[in-house]
Protein backbone atom coordinates (compact mmCIF):
# COMPACT_ATOMS: atom_id res chain seq x y z
CA UNK A 1 0.00 0.00 0.00
CA UNK A 2 1.94 3.15 -0.91
CA UNK A 3 0.89 6.92 -0.11
CA UNK A 4 -1.32 7.48 -2.75
CA UNK A 5 -3.71 5.24 -2.15
CA UNK A 6 -3.45 6.05 2.17
CA UNK A 7 -4.83 9.34 0.65
CA UNK A 8 -7.36 8.80 -1.89
CA UNK A 9 -8.37 6.03 1.17
CA UNK A 10 -8.19 9.28 3.89
CA UNK A 11 -10.14 11.81 1.39
CA UNK A 12 -13.03 9.53 1.39
CA UNK A 13 -13.10 9.40 4.86
CA UNK A 14 -13.34 12.72 5.51
CA UNK A 15 -16.08 13.21 2.68
CA UNK A 16 -18.10 10.67 3.93
CA UNK A 17 -17.30 12.26 7.46
CA UNK A 18 -18.94 15.48 6.09
CA UNK A 19 -21.76 14.12 4.27
CA UNK A 20 -23.02 12.55 7.85
CA UNK A 21 -22.68 15.38 9.62
CA UNK A 22 -24.49 17.67 7.21
CA UNK A 23 -26.87 14.80 7.05
CA UNK A 24 -27.52 14.94 11.03
CA UNK A 25 -27.36 18.33 11.10
CA UNK A 26 -30.28 19.33 8.82
CA UNK A 27 -32.17 16.21 9.84
CA UNK A 28 -32.69 17.39 13.12
CA UNK A 29 -35.00 20.24 14.83
CA UNK A 30 -36.01 21.59 11.63
CA UNK A 31 -38.56 24.08 13.32
CA UNK A 32 -35.65 25.31 15.83
CA UNK A 33 -33.64 26.11 12.40
CA UNK A 34 -36.46 28.00 11.14
CA UNK A 35 -37.36 30.43 13.62
CA UNK A 36 -33.84 30.80 14.09
CA UNK A 37 -33.34 31.75 10.17
CA UNK A 38 -36.56 34.33 10.93
CA UNK A 39 -35.23 36.15 14.19
CA UNK A 40 -33.47 39.33 12.09
CA UNK A 41 -37.07 39.55 10.75
CA UNK A 42 -38.95 39.28 13.82
CA UNK A 43 -40.36 42.69 15.62
CA UNK A 44 -38.95 43.03 19.28
CA UNK A 45 -42.55 41.78 20.38
CA UNK A 46 -42.15 38.44 18.89
CA UNK A 47 -38.85 38.03 20.33
CA UNK A 48 -38.07 35.60 23.39
CA UNK A 49 -37.94 37.72 26.05
CA UNK A 50 -34.36 38.12 27.56
CA UNK A 51 -33.94 36.69 31.67
CA UNK A 52 -31.76 39.04 33.22
CA UNK A 53 -28.06 37.73 34.22
CA UNK A 54 -27.50 37.87 37.79
CA UNK A 55 -24.19 38.79 39.16
CA UNK A 56 -22.61 37.05 41.62
CA UNK A 57 -19.74 38.70 43.33
CA UNK A 58 -17.60 36.48 44.57
CA UNK A 59 -14.72 38.38 46.04
Known amino acids: MDITTLRSIATVLAFLA??????WTLGRNKKGLEEAANLPF???DDMP???PVEKSNHE
Not at 18 to 23: A, C, D, E, K, N
Open 49 to 51: SKQ
Open 42 to 44: ADE
Open 18 to 23: LIGVTV
